[in-house]
């Protein structure tokens, strides 16, 4: 599913968190938000979910206006920095909690539930960990099941803040392949918060730098690279090697 942003605006006071970002993720993409800290990505990610409304702008999923429809009809999934499972629930619990989001009409009975969070399971590889609670597992696990959780609505969008910031350097690299390749297994369109460049240039089909509320760059990872201001890209980012 595309989406298209055009001249989205976002003021939190006098403060202009968004300067008339417009912008076309094509269909099956996976996309990195790429910026320092507060430069508004999270702000754009919300505005894509429909957690928090524009001040001007409209947003397009496959060619249609859904910039006025509720965080629940725009049916995406959510995935964020510190998991948001719940703790006095079980993992399958938790992703059951995911189905339960859907809209009434189309909200699988329990024996199907059952069936569809193993299935969930099995696709995230955990299956093994349905009983557990949260606290009993590891953050890379955790995560794991965030996702699970996400998907369980079947979104056709995914978007994910930081996904693997709160995690360990080899955590993250073998998550960040595992996501490639779910993403590309399921072909669901995926937007995706980090401030690790290394992350955006790994995982990414195309790369959005955002700078102080606008877009300075998208392009291609490898294009980012070749392209003869990319040291303004990187050295704004503060990370040249
Ligand atoms: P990033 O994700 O790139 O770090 P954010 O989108 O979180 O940036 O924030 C962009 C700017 O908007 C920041 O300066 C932040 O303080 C401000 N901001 C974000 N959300 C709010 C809010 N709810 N109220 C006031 N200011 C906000």
Request: proline share 3%; aromatic share 8%.
């Amino acid at each position: 599913m595309s989406i298209t942003l055009e001249q989205i605006n976002k003021s939190f006071g006098a403060f202009r968190a968004l300067d008339d970002i417009s912008l076309a993720i094509g269909d099956g993409q996976l996309v990195g938000l790429l910026g320092p800290s507060g430069s508004g990505k999270t702000t754009l990610l919300r505005i894509i979910a429909g957690l928090e409304s524009a001040d001007r702008g409209r947003i397009l999923f496959q060619g249609e206006d859904v910039t006025g429809l509720h965080v629940r009809e725009r049916r995406v999934g959510f995935v964020f920095q510190h998991y948001a499972l719940f703790r006095h629930m079980t993992v399958a619990e938790n992703i059951a909690f995911g189905l339960d989001v859907l809209p009434r009409k189309s909200r699988p009975v329990a024996g199907e539930i059952r069936r569809r969070v193993g299935e969930l399971l099995e696709m995230v590889q955990l299956s093994h960990l349905a009983g557990r609670y949260p606290s009993q597992l590891s953050g890379g696990q955790k995560q794991r099941i965030a996702l699970a959780r996400a998907l369980a609505m079947q979104p056709q969008i995914l978007l994910l803040d930081e996904p693997f910031g709160a995690l360990d350097a080899r955590v993250r690299k073998d998550l960040r392949r595992w996501l490639r390749n779910l993403h590309d297994e399921l072909h669901f369109t995926s937007v995706f918060v980090t401030h690790d460049q290394e992350e955006a240039l790994e995982l990414s089909d195309q790369v959005v730098v955002m700078s102080a509320g606008r877009i300075e760059q998208v392009d291609q990872p490898q294009a980012l690279y070749a392209r003869p201001d990319s040291r303004f890209v990187f050295d704004f980012l503060g990370h040249v090697n």
